[in-house]
């Protein structure tokens, strides 16, 4: 067995890659939401940023709402992700942050899939506006679309980058958490795994069992077909004979008389 790769995996520095994806989050949420998206006023004018995503008077605001909503949840779980990650990477709560990405990537993953079907129904709405017959309200809606189109592209950028950054990082992540384990418990995972490989095996070789009897089975048949055969065979045979030496003697007879 090559045990070569595990003396080059280091916790620490899969921590780090880890902190480095969620501080990475936590940055874009909180500057996104309170730095470069802000309400500008300019010689006592305000200027809306999100004005662009509010078609008509009455209109939902989806791009606004959606990246409201989008920047606390980076902010929040980037946040939460990068102190434990690392506290993980100095060799604290090394377990805490193993918990912490479990619930809280999961959390932050299922409230990404809800802000996607939100951006996806005000997409819709927006679209419905840009067929409007109205010049305004057409022009608006397109450009509503676009606005949202891009967040989505840059999130889901975003994501791409990070899960390569967080698949590289796993094994030594995983590593870390396995040494912070104390020994009965580490004993105890080996013979969970052993009592369920031992169980993967048993099934596997009943099942190889009953192929093996049902091939036995049919190559019995078979040869039992081609001994029913060659039987028959010799019977007609022997018949073929026996009518050849009749015959042979009713000639003898008639020559005889």
């Known amino acids: 067995m090559d045990l070569s790769?595990?003396?080059?995996?280091?916790?620490?520095?899969?921590?780090?890659?880890?902190?480095?994806?969620?501080?990475?989050?936590?940055?874009s949420g909180f500057l996104e939401g309170f730095r470069w998206r802000k309400d500008l006023t300019i010689s006592t004018t305000k200027t809306e940023y999100y004005a662009g995503g509010k078609v008509g008077t009455n209109g939902t605001n989806y791009w606004k709402q959606t990246a409201a909503l989008r920047n606390y949840v980076a902010l929040g779980a980037g946040g939460v992700l990068a102190c434990t990650s690392?506290?993980?990477?100095l060799g604290i709560a090394v377990p805490i942050n193993g918990l912490a990405w479990m619930f809280v990537g999961l959390i932050s993953t299922l409230a990404f899939m809800v802000i996607d079907i939100y951006r996806l129904i005000g997409y819709d709405s927006y679209y419905s506006d840009a067929t409007s017959t109205t010049a305004a309200t057409a022009l608006a809606g397109k450009s509503a679309m676009s606005l949202l189109l891009s967040d989505a592209l840059y999130d889901a950028a975003i994501n791409a980058a990070s899960m390569v950054q967080i698949y590289g990082a796993m094994e030594g992540f995983y590593y870390g958490l396995w040494n912070a384990m104390s020994l009965?418990?580490?004993?105890?995972?080996?013979?969970?795994?052993?009592?369920t490989i031992g169980m993967a095996a048993e099934e596997v070789a009943e099942e190889r069992a009953s192929l093996n009897g049902e091939a036995s089975g049919k190559e019995k048949a078979e040869e039992g077909e081609e001994e029913e055969g060659a039987e028959k065979d010799a019977e007609e045979e022997g018949d073929a004979k026996e009518g050849d030496e009749e015959a042979a003697e009713g000639e003898a007879d008639e020559d005889e008389k």
């Open 5 to 27: 790769n595990l003396a080059m995996l280091s916790s620490s520095s899969a921590n780090m890659k880890l902190f480095g994806v969620a501080l990475m989050w936590a940055l």
């Open 86 to 89: 690392l506290l993980a990477a």
């Open 184 to 195: 009965e418990d580490q004993e105890k995972k080996i013979e969970e795994w052993e009592e």
